[in-house]
């Protein structure tokens, strides 16, 4: 099993630019989150989905767009990205009442 | 909406010595998950607690759950130099999994 894989591993945008996070995991989990984490900082969440088709706002939703089209891929949208999304992004997915796995994390820089 | 303290943020402190973390939260939730992260890196699953009176214990480190206090602890034994890390806790609410701000650990040889 490959886990949990995200797609870049870094990235610079301009402000103003759209882009797409992907997050896919080959584990069958239903539960898929995505995080942000600002340097020296904890993880703030962003959004979650607890199975295809259905997603919820986390903490910090605002700027963000996701979609859960399928169990395996849990995409998050940037749009307009501004300095402040400047941060590393993380996905992890679950099942049950067990661990979250997380990926390795895109690094973004907006300048 | 659910709060997640940790305290405290930053700690120095000795090989050899014991010490523990200590994580707040504010709903009733009986979920709480311990992760380490490296620098630079991402994060490692420690321990799951799900009920209360949960204690789990791996190695120099030893997590607990008092859901009525609703506080976890983090406790190391005898710290060695490979312990330094960053510790989080984590709770889930209905699902949605908040983390505290984390706990930076550095352990002087």
């Known amino acids: 099993n490959a886990g949990v894989t995200q797609t870049p591993k870094f990235r610079i945008l301009k402000i103003g630019q759209s882009m797409t996070l992907q997050c896919a995991q080959d584990?069958?989990?239903?539960?898929m989150y995505w995080y942000r984490q600002d340097p020296g900082m904890g993880l703030k969440l962003i959004y979650y989905?607890?199975?295809?088709?259905?997603?919820d706002k986390g903490e910090v939703p605002n700027g963000y767009n996701v979609s859960r089209s399928t169990t395996e891929d849990f995409p998050l949208r940037l749009e307009l990205a501004a300095p402040s999304q400047t941060s590393v992004y993380f996905c992890?997915?679950?099942?049950?009442?067990?661990?979250?796995?997380f990926g390795p994390g895109t690094r973004l820089t907006v300048l | 909406e659910l709060k997640v303290e940790q305290n405290p943020l930053f700690l120095s402190m000795q090989e050899g010595k014991n010490y523990t973390i200590y994580c707040n939260y504010s709903?009733?939730?009986?979920?709480l998950y311990w992760y380490r992260q490296d620098p630079g890196k991402s994060l490692e699953s420690l321990f799951v607690?799900?009920?209360?009176?949960a204690v789990k214990q791996e190695g120099r480190l030893m997590a607990s759950l008092d859901t009525k206090a609703r506080l976890s602890t983090l406790h190391i034994t005898a710290a060695v130099h490979d312990l330094s890390a960053t510790y989080f806790c984590?709770?889930?609410?209905?699902?949605?999994?908040?983390f505290g701000k984390g706990t930076r650990l550095h352990i002087l040889p």
């Open positions: 984590a709770v889930d609410d209905d699902d949605k999994i908040i």
């Open positions: 584990m069958n989990h239903n539960y």
């Open positions: 607690l799900l009920s209360n009176g």
């Open positions: 992890a997915s679950k099942t049950g009442f067990y661990t979250q796995y």
């Open positions: 709903t009733t939730s009986d979920r």
């Open positions: 989905s607890v199975g295809a088709g259905i997603t």
